[in-house]
């Protein structure tokens, strides 16, 4: 049977290539939303985070009418760290929509996606988005993006994908590069007439693959997926089988069964193949189990999930300011957190630690983990983590380590810089193109030859450098990389931080904290230009006299410090360091706090 009043499709594109803004233009013309109301952008992007960064970082679902036809539309994220939340999305749909900016054209994120789409033999219709760009190239994308099909082996019928031309933000498609259409009439037209329609057996036993977990304080667990084959109904009994058969098929009740409908969840009796639904009432479930009926528990498979390429250690905070500003700080609750984070992320890892209060926790990336530290904090937890490192895997006896494929846009006066530190970073040029006044340049470079470069790199361009990476595949060891050329100022004191300590040391090196703050002995304050680590008295207050001088007590100069965000707090952090992060505060410290301590530590691993 055909579901031919139902369309399913992902949206799938490169960070900031304009995903959300297009489906925010489908909602208002998909008749979502009441003419007079009041709407704000990027509707779908509804996490603090999400709206703060500017990015999509959890796999949304929403729907649409067009004439008689119900569109379930799913926005992905486009940043690399966050593709498991794609990979296992494209499960739920029958064709993606792939969006590609008019300017910058397929970029690494693109590459990755659609090589999973065209894996799973969806169809794709390309949209070449942004064209109202001044810098748009809508000639030369076309066959970029043909291009990268052929490199990726599509098929002929893949091959021969619709073209669309969009302006997101002006809610306009048309079919000619040279001609702006009205509205995203030519879009809702193509996706009807191009994207297949679900097929399954209605009258057949249940199957449905749980694709996405949700929850909710009052109903628990909501489990997400699309109907492969049955029908399904509301407080109807259900076999629930594990993916990877490690339990045997379990019973269980669907309590509350909802459809998607415009933004929200709408409750519903039943639901049939080809349906995306969500339930409650199964407390156990997970991503990648199936859902039967009582007679046939056959389990689906389930696509298999990139594995984690970066690991830190979270730990309980032992510093002496421990318990000043979190609400959660035991080991158990933060074991019990990443366990629940596990439950909704599928490319995250969690496994204990070498003591009894470490947790090692292994993602896709920096920003994937950085993001997990940035929820946790603002939930009240409170609790240290180590310095990234890399995930080595041992092949026939050899070290392998993982590689990415690295594209770097800059301008052309800014390349020199960027291809010096590429080379001390182990980086391989495989392509360079001039686009205008700029330079596209392909690296393939060990990953961790870019942790802690971010920052650098804005540096060394000004501000004005794109870079994007993406997991290419695991190489042999490629030897040793310096990775920080700074050392650190530590502060050998504990006290509050004084303006006449501060400026006698501002000369050191620079400084990351004001007068008043308060410090700890083996904190860390500032960065010394040489690599090594400096003591210095940040409390150290000035000595009165009786005698007074012309100019003795004139007012302290002090330079601004430098205010590091969480990210540059990560990329700073040395081997033997530890960042301490709280609801309030974000502290770089040494792992051995006392300077004597550490001095003889250092000293043993030189000898």
Partial sequence: MKREDLRNIAIIAHVDHGKTTLVDEMLKQGGVYRENQVVEDRVMDNGDLERERGITILAKNTS??????????????????????????????????????????????????????????????????KIDRPDSRLNEIGDEVLELLLDLNANDEQLDSPIIYCSGRAGTASLSPSKQGEDLTVLFETIKN?????????????????????????????AIGRIERGSIRQNQEIMVCEYHGKHEPY????????????????????????????????????????????????????????????????????????????????????????????????SLRVADGDTTDSFRVAGRGEMHISILIETMRREGYEFSVSTPKVLYKTINGQQYEPIERLLIDVPEESMGAVMEKMGSRKGELTHMSPQGDRMRIEYLIPSRGL???????????????????????????????????????????????????????????????DPGTPVYEGMIVGINPKLEDMAVNVCKKKQLTNTRASGSDEALKLVPPIRLSLEMCIEFLADDELLEVTPKSLRLRKRILDTQLRLKAKAREKN
Avoid: W
């Fill in 251 to 346: 019973k269980a009740k669907i309590a509350n069964l909802y459809q998607i409908d415009g933004l929200g969840r709408t409750s519903v009796d039943g639901a049939k193949v080809g349906d995306i639904i969500c339930f409650s009432g199964v407390t156990n479930i997970s991503i990648g189990d199936t859902v039967t009926s009582l007679a046939a528990p056959e389990p689906l498979p389930f696509v298999k999930i990139g594995e984690p390429t970066i690991e830190m250690t979270f730990s309980v905070n032992d510093s002496p300011f421990a318990g000043r500003e979190g609400k959660f700080v035991t080991s158990r609750q933060i074991r019990e957190r990443l366990n629940k984070e596990m439950l909704k992320d599928v």
């Fill in 64 to 129: 649409v009418h067009y004439k008689d036809i119900k569109m379930n539309i799913i926005d992905t994220p486009g940043h690399a760290d966050f593709s498991g939340e794609v990979e296992r999305i494209l499960k739920m749909v029958n064709g993606v929509i792939l969006l590609v900016d008019a300017a910058e054209g397929p970029m690494p994120q693109t590459r990755f996606v659609l090589q999973k789409a065209l894996e799973m033999q969806h169809r794709i219709i390309i949209v070449v988005n």
């Fill in 451 to 513: 942790l802690g470069y971010r920052n650098e790199f804005l540096t060394d361009t000004k501000g004005e450098g794109i870079l994007n990476s993406v997991f290419y595949e695991y190489q042999p060891y490629k030897g040793d990389i310096t990775r920080r050329f700074t050392g650190s100022l530590v502060s050998f004191d504990t006290g509050e931080a004084v303006g006449y300590g501060l400026f006698k040391i501002q000369d050191r090196g620079s400084l990351f904290i």
């Fill in 194 to 222: 191009y994207i297949p329609a679900p097929e399954g057996d209605e009258t057949g036993e249940l199957q449905m693959l749980v694709s996405s977990i949700d929850y909710n304080d009052y109903v628990g667990r909501i």
